[in-house]
């Protein structure tokens, strides 16, 4: 079962950008949905976005027009693109399959920090 490693998040002023990677130690094709999380501190961790193996998209109301989820399939990654960052985007950020999410298994996550 493919493993999923999430990278580049950081501190970041707010209306900044930042580009988050998550890495699969296998092939993607086979995922019907993956999906960007994030839990910001003191808070559930609740769902940014998703994209399925079609390409379609659908994200949070609080995120979207300013948020795009993307996959490469031929480099087994999926990217969450942040542009227009604010401070309440700060937390940690997740990439997960519905399967795992439903046994409660999750990688460590991004930080992504946004300064006023």
């Known amino acids: 079962q493919a493993q999923l490693v999430e990278s580049g998040g950081g501190l970041v002023q707010a209306g900044g950008s930042l580009r988050l990677s998550c890495a699969a130690s296998?092939?993607?094709?086979?995922?019907?949905?993956i999906a960007w999380y994030r839990q910001a501190p003191g808070n559930q961790r609740e769902l940014v976005a998703l994209?399925?193996?079609?390409?379609?998209?659908n994200y949070a109301d609080s995120v979207r027009g300013r948020f795009t989820i993307s996959r490469d399939n031929a480099k087994n990654t999926v990217y969450l693109q942040m542009n227009s960052l604010k401070p309440e985007d700060t937390a940690v950020y997740y990439c997960?399959?519905?399967?795992?999410?439903?046994?409660?298994?999750w990688g460590r996550g991004t930080q992504v920090t946004v300064s006023a």
């Open positions: 997960n399959r519905p399967e795992l999410v439903a046994v409660g298994s």
């Open positions: 296998g092939s993607i094709l086979g995922f019907n949905v």
């Open positions: 994209i399925s193996r079609g390409g379609g998209r």
